[in-house]
């Protein structure tokens, strides 16, 4: 059988590791707030859909990252998610992109390990 890898597969593109939830807000829309600096250093743009794996309970979901206050440390789950990652809670940032197979054995991505939710 002729293996076809003319497809596309989804890799890792960005991730940030090991940030803290500080603030939470049920009366907005949805969405997590991003220091902007910590998103242009992974690489995550403004409205791009991320996941969230919470490492302090266990919840992944999904939701879309917007631009928070550059050098605040923010990190801020908005409506529902707010619920599955409360204040103080610890998680990972990752996003994910289409790529050709022979591109994305090649491929490495953007990871960062901020300190205290801020760049050293």
């Given at each position: 059988?002729?293996k076809n890898?003319?497809?596309?597969?989804n890799v890792?593109?960005?991730k940030?590791?090991?940030?803290?939830?500080t603030?939470?807000?049920?009366?907005y829309?949805?969405?997590i707030?991003?220091?902007?600096?910590?998103?242009?250093?992974?690489?995550i743009?403004e409205?791009?859909?991320?996941d969230?794996?919470?490492i302090?309970n266990?919840?992944?979901?999904?939701?879309?990252?917007?631009k928070?206050e550059?050098?605040?440390g923010v990190?801020?789950?908005?409506?529902?998610?707010?619920?599955?990652?409360?204040v103080?809670?610890?998680?990972?940032?990752a996003s994910?992109?289409?790529?050709?197979?022979?591109e994305?054995?090649q491929?490495?991505?953007?990871?960062i390990?901020?300190?205290n939710?801020?760049?050293?």
């Amino acid at each position: 059988m002729q293996k076809n890898y003319n497809m596309l597969v989804n890799v890792l593109k960005s991730k940030i590791h090991r940030v803290t939830v500080t603030e939470a807000n049920l009366d907005y829309i949805g969405s997590i707030t991003i220091d902007e600096a910590l998103m242009e250093a992974s690489g995550i743009i403004e409205n791009e859909q991320v996941d969230i794996y919470n490492i302090t309970n266990g919840e992944r979901f999904h939701t879309y990252a917007i631009k928070g206050e550059r050098g605040s440390g923010v990190i801020g789950l908005n409506g529902a998610a707010a619920h599955k990652a409360p204040v103080g809670s610890l998680i990972i940032i990752a996003s994910y992109a289409l790529m050709d197979f022979e591109e994305a054995k090649q491929w490495h991505p953007t990871v960062i390990f901020p300190q205290n939710n801020l760049l050293q």
